[in-house]
């Protein structure tokens, strides 16, 4: 990933804030015909750890080549930034358009899971997560056991076991503060979750 130096996001707390605002990650993975790319929900249990699971007719988990390092994609907040909310518009007119955003790139080795016990415990955290919080959670255990085993031959586990951390936090730290507030000011109407991880680069 190229990051300016401006834009580098190093601090093992914002990374993994970063990845688990990431609501579909993407996961990348060389196989002998090419590059093949899936849309993931994953849980990122640790630094080093991220979970998750292929549909078994992806032929994503088949393909990939042994021993080859696979690239997780995680993208939170992001935003378009108009030039009519830098002051310096009306100053000098030399301003044009930008994409700011917050991204990491986790890299390592992907281990695929076919174990039902450890399937089980994959997809029972993925659903812990996203239903916390629901006034009425809903839990893999209110659906049959028969139900959900037969569920589970359908899908592949994963695990990634990340060696690299990349991360970017291109939030216009580059530009004057007043650039820099006049963006977060503009933003906060359309784009809120954008104008709140601006200010807290200020």
């Known amino acids: 990933m ?28 060389p196989t002998a015909s090419g590059l093949i790319a899936t849309h993931l929900p ?11 699971h292929f549909a078994r007719a992806n ?17 939170a907040v992001d935003g378009y930034v108009s030039p009519s909310w830098y002051p310096s518009k009306a100053e000098t007119g ?34 812990n997560t996203h ?7 809903w839990a893999v255990s209110d659906a049959p056991s028969d139900y959900i085993a037969m569920q589970l031959k359908g899908i592949v586990g994963m695990v990634l076991h990340v060696t690299k951390l990349e991360g970017k936090a291109k939030l216009s730290q580059n530009k004057s503060i007043a650039d820099r507030i006049g963006v977060a000011e503009g933003a906060a109407e359309e784009n809120p979750a954008l104008a709140a991880a601006m ?3 200020f």
Do not use: C
């Open 94 to 127: 030399k301003v044009v358009p930008t994409w700011n955003y917050q991204a990491v790139h986790a890299t390592g080795r992907l281990e695929l899971i076919e174990d039902p016990a450890k399937l089980l415990d994959i997809v029972t955290t993925l659903t």
């Open 2 to 29: 190229y990051i300016p130096p401006a834009f580098a996001e190093n601090r093992p707390e914002e990374l993994l804030a970063i990845m688990r605002a990431a609501s579909l990650p993407i996961l990348v993975s």
């Open 131 to 137: 239903e916390a919080g629901r006034a009425k959670p």
């Open 42 to 52: 994953l849980h990122v249990v640790a630094p080093d750890r991220i979970i998750g």
């Open 199 to 201: 200010r807290r680069t």
């Open 59 to 75: 032929p994503h988990w088949r393909d990939v080549l042994p021993g080859s390092e696979s690239l997780a994609i995680f993208t």
